[in-house]
């Protein structure tokens, strides 16, 4: 057993992948955070944070030692509050796919942790349809809502130690909303934007 423990070891030292020009890597990683939509109608303010967890993968090519490129894949749980003020208090468990190009620079050093800084945009997909309604003393509302999302852009952080990425970020999912509904008796649509924003901590593993 302990001869196995230590071959184990031994192939997880010498299998450790570092970016280098001219060779692609992949990093799957898992990332957790809080979401908050950021949404103003009406004098309303939806002001919710919510958690969100995820999946995702980096492809990236080393055009030099520090510097990589490539394209990344996401999906995403947002766990996004159907609010629209106070009178609104519940979340939906809505999922967000990611489709982004994506640049890193590795500030290579003499010890064994790189710091690293990196960004993506993309375009962003999913979304979620409900309905709501709401009464209060002088107003009543019912309608549906449809949330789309559109595009995703992002930047963080993080440290690259013996293939383990650590990752802290930050990024903006931006979704079309459409709602139809009777206020009082009278029809009313409306179309905005919401910007969904999350800061989140990720780790992966590069191959």
Same mark, same amino acid.
């Given at each position: 057993m302990r001869k196995l423990l230590s071959a184990l070891v031994l192939l997880v030292a010498v299998s450790s992948v570092y970016a280098e020009k001219g060779e692609f890597s992949y990093i799957p990683k898992v990332k957790v955070g809080a979401s908050k939509a950021d949404l103003d109608y009406g004098g309303y303010s939806a002001t919710d944070t919510e958690p969100t967890i995820g999946l995702g993968m980096d492809i990236l090519y080393g055009f030099t030692d520090n510097f990589e490129a490539g394209v990344g894949v !996401?999906?995403?749980?947002? %766990?996004?509050?159907? $609010?629209?003020?106070?009178?609104?208090?519940?979340?939906e468990d809505t999922r967000f796919g990611q489709l982004f190009l994506?640049?890193?620079?590795?500030?290579r050093n003499s010890s064994e942790f790189t710091p690293f800084i990196q960004a993506k945009a993309g375009l962003a997909r999913g979304?979620? !349809?409900?309905?709501?309604? %709401?009464?209060?003393? $002088?107003?009543y509302y019912?309608?549906?809502?449809?949330?789309?999302?559109?595009?995703?852009?992002?930047?963080?952080t993080g440290i690259e130690y013996?293939?383990?990425?650590v990752e802290l970020g930050y990024e903006v999912i931006k979704v079309d909303l459409d709602m139809e509904g009777s206020h009082n008796?009278?029809?009313?649509?409306?179309?905005?934007?919401?910007d969904i924003?999350?800061?989140?901590?990720?780790?992966g593993y590069r191959f």
């Open positions: !996401s999906l995403e749980r947002n %766990y996004i509050a159907k $609010d629209f003020g106070d009178f609104i208090g519940e979340s994506t640049g890193r620079y590795n500030f979304g979620e !349809s409900f309905s709501k309604s %709401y009464q209060t003393r $002088d107003s019912s309608g549906s809502v449809d949330m789309d999302a559109t595009a995703v852009y992002g930047i963080s013996k293939s383990v990425n008796g009278q029809k009313e649509s409306m179309s905005m934007e919401e924003k999350t800061i989140y901590l990720a780790v």
